[in-house]
């Protein structure tokens, strides 16, 4: 079997070079250290039970549980018993290049981009698998997990399709459970999350944002948080986490430079959201997670 395209860093996990997607099994017993990662992380649970702990909180796991986790965002296992964890790890890139027409799909937007942005998740989003789902996601993920041992500059296209399969069948598993996600988002909330996104160092507000979009305020806040669960606004605080926390474990900047740069000058205001979301200190998140 190839060998997993990732490395650790101390407790960050990255993707090598030229890494794009992978899927493989991973058995805990008793505890798995917190750790967090740069990349995308889709753990199925195939047998076994353990407790799973993240900033969302603790979840008693058992086999077809379901979570995804966005990156940058720290877990580990506790009071594992045989836990079997066939993940499907894929990269951030992968979303804004090969795979960004799934921010128009219905399921598949709400899967990756909104729904574990939303309120009080966190980056994490959970769920449960039946026995029949539960095998269909399992048959996709080995067809990906036998393309490791495949050439990736040969094999990139099964790669994303597999990808593409496996993350379709999965948000129509989940779909009674992804609350929101059974109508597309409205066309200006996906032109309003691009434009935060491409300058998230811009100080936006919601008046300049309706205006960009011709929109009432209070209408672009309700068609908002009916596809994501947010207001713009907090939408937009949940990707600037993120980039802060890539910033922190992949660079040397200090951390009031990292706060400007993604859009929070004042060091307190940057400390007091950065915590709010991790449940860890800038510091603290730094300390623990920087790739040397």
Known sequence: MAELPIENAGTLLHFVDGAYAYSGHHIHERSHAVHTHSFFEVAVVTAGTGVHHSP???????????????????????????????????????LQHELA??????????????GPNSARRRGVLMGHLDEI????????????????ARPLDLHRGDVIGRLSLFLSC??????????????????????????????????????????ELHLASGYLVRLFKSSTGLPPMAYL?????????????HTDEPINRIGEAVGWPDQNYFARRFRSHFGLSATTYRARFTRA
Request: aromatic share 8%; charged share 20%; glycine share 8%.
């Open 56 to 94: 969302a909180g603790y979840q008693q796991l058992g086999v077809g549980d379901v979570l995804l986790l966005r990156p940058g965002v720290w877990h580990g296992y506790d009071g594992c018993d045989g836990l079997d964890v066939f993940n499907c790890c894929f990269s951030a890139d992968l």
């Open 170 to 211: 999965l948000a129509r598993a989940l779909a009674g459970e992804l609350s929101g996600s059974t109508m597309p988002a409205h066309p200006a909330v996906l032109t309003a999350m691009r434009l935060m996104e491409s300058d998230p160092a811009h100080h936006w507000t919601l008046t300049e944002l309706a205006t």
């Open 237 to 249: 605080s949940r990707h600037r986490v993120e980039l802060a926390a890539d910033r922190l474990v």
């Open 101 to 114: 027409w799934t921010r128009e799909d219905a399921l598949l937007g709400y899967l990756l981009w909104t």
């Open 133 to 148: 789902p539960l095998e269909e996601c399992i048959s996709q993920l080995e067809h990906l997990e036998d393309l490791r």
